[in-house]
């Protein structure tokens, strides 16, 4: 019997709810498949900062090292006005610190419009219509997130603050060739986004890319400057298939892609390092407002957890029954209150989840 051993950080808001879902999910997928899941919980943002006054406490770490895989639910709150601040740089911090310090180079965000699910869309009806399915590839520790110098100088109308863009060809190229790899299995093409009428970084981005292109020709490649690739996200989602982006780029854009496909609560993310570990997490956030009363959509969750069996566990026929199972109980008419319509059946958190583990 395989062992496999999942860090489970559940983190702040709506994340424990969620969490408890895919956990049942992934409970089922243990008795129907060769495996054994070895599930240890760590605390993680605010949930940590409570206990030991550290969003990203060492015990954590240690369980994550010891992992296969993370699956992680969100951070950020319990936020009260005047712990605000604060609480923003908890959430920022703890998850910043995991992609630095596991390496998670590779975002994988999917941006798809279900649908069954084209009525939540806030794009235009023809255009939502012909549906889509993006998969944005965000380089997740280099840019600007992270470059240096980074800080700030000087005393009043001289004070000013600054932040480094940059980029080495071999991150260029490492994140390149994962678009190219990953496109080759979908619908083979591959638009590269930059501002290279402008930056020198992203000069230099699109000539590594270029490069890299090269060596798949089976893949269409297109660069395009990203004020125009926000728009057409907008106009015509259609003709994208892999988006690839540097951070911050990433950052805006993966918002963007989600925000038109009408279903936050419903899109997963990986984030993937050298070999098999990665860490995935849902796309929306801790949702404050929504935690503790048992509405929230757990899809997300279960869909990253999905994402793991795929990328980390070896365990493709697993990952697509989970999948499916989310489809049928869609095509069912079964909805969460953020999906839900007139004429559909609504059910919470619990009902949501007990469906699609009976469901694999
Ligand atoms: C994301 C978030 C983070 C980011 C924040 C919370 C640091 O917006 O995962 O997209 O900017 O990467
Ligand atoms: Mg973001």
Not at 56 to 61: D, N, S
Request: glycine letters at 8%; a neutral charge.
């Amino acid at each position: 019997m395989v062992i496999k051993n999942i860090a489970v950080l559940p983190g702040d808001g709506i994340g424990p709810e969620i969490m408890a879902e895919a956990i049942k999910v992934l409970d089922v997928v243990q008795k129907k498949y060769e495996v054994t899941f070895n599930f240890n919980s760590a605390p993680v943002g605010g949930a940590a900062w409570d206990k030991f006054q550290d969003h990203l406490p060492k015990e954590t770490l240690q369980i994550c090292q010891e992992a296969d895989a993370i699956l992680f639910g969100s951070v950020g709150g319990p936020v009260s006005e005047q712990h605000l601040t604060k609480w923003r740089g908890v959430e920022v911090n703890s998850l910043l610190g995991l992609r630095k310090k596991f390496g998670l180079y590779a975002n994988l965000r999917p941006a798809k419009l279900y649908p069954a699910l084209a009525f939540a869309s806030p794009l235009r009806k023809d255009i939502a219509k012909k549906g889509f399915d993006i998969l944005v590839i965000r380089e997740l520790t280099g840019g600007i997130y992270f470059g240096q110098p980074k800080g700030r100088e000087g005393k009043g109308e001289d004070e000013s603050a600054y932040d480094t863009m940059i980029y080495m060809r071999k991150e260029i190229k490492k994140i390149a060739h994962v678009a190219f790899k990953t496109a080759e299995k979908r619908k083979k093409k591959v638009t590269s986004i930059d501002k290279a009428n402008v930056l020198t970084t992203m000069v230099f981005w699109r000539e590594v890319v270029k490069e890299v292109a090269k060596e798949y020709s089976d893949v269409e490649y297109e660069p395009m400057y990203v004020d125009n690739a926000a728009m057409q996200l907008i106009r015509n989602p259609k003709q994208f298939d892999v988006l690839l982006c540097g951070n911050m780029f990433g950052d805006i854009l993966s918002d963007e892609a989600a925000a038109i496909s009408g279903s936050l609560g419903m899109l997963p993310s990986a984030s993937l390092a050298d070999g098999t570990f990665g860490m995935y997490e849902p796309g929306g956030g801790s949702a404050p407002d929504i935690a503790g009363s048992g509405i929230a959509n757990p899809i997300a969750q279960i869909l990253s957890a999905a994402m793991m069996l795929k990328y980390s566990l070896a365990m493709n026929d697993a990952a697509r029954s989970i999948e499916k199972a989310v489809e049928d109980v869609l095509n069912d008419g079964y909805r969460t209150i953020d999906i839900w319509q007139e004429g559909m059946k609504k059910v919470c958190t619990k009902e949501i989840g007990d469906l699609i583990a009976e469901n694999i």
